[in-house]
């Protein structure tokens, strides 16, 4: 059974520091990977998406890895600025069955950026 | 609408009865989840269909819980005698085709009391 684990539970950082956010699976046979963000109260938001033979994806001043072999991601925000501040989740899509884009999801990351 | 929408956005019940949530996905999207989030947790999986058959329901809790998909496109979850438990936020998401970029929707609160 696939596990998520995400790193830390929780961050607080000042304004225009670069950040990273470390996610872990267990089972190295997935489709591909995302980072959602989500706002208190509200659904998710796709912020990046990789698939399995690519190693990373960028979006702005997100910038997304993924090692496979070694079941890691990790999302890195360059200049962080307190708009940034939300949960972000972790999440891969297991390869083989018939459950294509089924997600197993970490706990997330509640991000805090203060002025 | 252009995103997922999901109704009601907030259901308070009483324990033992029946509730049902509605998902209206994103036009053309084949793929349709309905996940379950607990205060502090990630989401986790319920039910996978793929157009109008259930592909996937291993993440039903229990036999008090269903979803339907007739037409392939709005999903119903039913949840019968409900219970303090099932307290959480039911999240829908589509996509195109089930392995592309999954689109949520806000959520249904739902609040047993």
């Known amino acids: 059974k696939q596990e998520v684990t995400q790193i830390p539970a929780a961050l607080s950082v000042p304004e225009g520091e670069n950040l990273v956010l470390n996610c872990s699976f267990t089972d190295s046979a997935i489709y591909n990977l995302q980072w959602f963000r989500q706002d208190p109260g509200k659904g998710l938001t796709s912020l990046l998406l990789?698939?399995?033979?690519?190693r990373e994806q960028t979006s702005g001043r997100l910038n997304a890895s993924l090692d496979k072999s070694s079941g890691r991601s990790t999302l890195y925000i360059a200049a962080s600025q307190p708009g940034d501040s939300a949960t972000y989740l972790c999440?891969?899509?297991?390869?083989?069955?018939?459950?294509?884009?089924?997600?197993?999801f970490g706990q997330g990351t509640i991000l805090t950026v203060h002025p | 609408g252009a995103g997922v929408s999901q109704t009601p956005s907030n259901k308070v019940t009483e324990k033992g009865k029946y509730v049902e949530l509605r998902c209206d996905p994103i036009s053309g999207h084949t793929a349709l989840y309905w996940y379950r989030q607990s205060l502090g947790q990630g989401p986790e999986f319920l039910i996978y269909?793929?157009?109008?058959?259930?592909?996937?329901d291993s993440g039903l809790p229990n036999d008090r819980f269903f979803a339907v998909r007739p037409e392939g496109s709005v999903s119903t979850l039913k949840i019968q005698r409900t219970e303090r438990g099932d307290s959480a936020v039911y999240l829908c998401a589509s996509s195109w085709r089930g392995t592309q970029k999954a689109f949520f929707g806000q959520g249904t609160r739902l609040t047993v009391v």
């Open positions: 999440a891969v899509s297991d390869a083989g069955g018939t459950s294509y884009g089924k997600l197993t």
């Open positions: 990789i698939q399995s033979s690519q």
């Open positions: 269909f793929q157009g109008t058959g259930a592909a996937d």
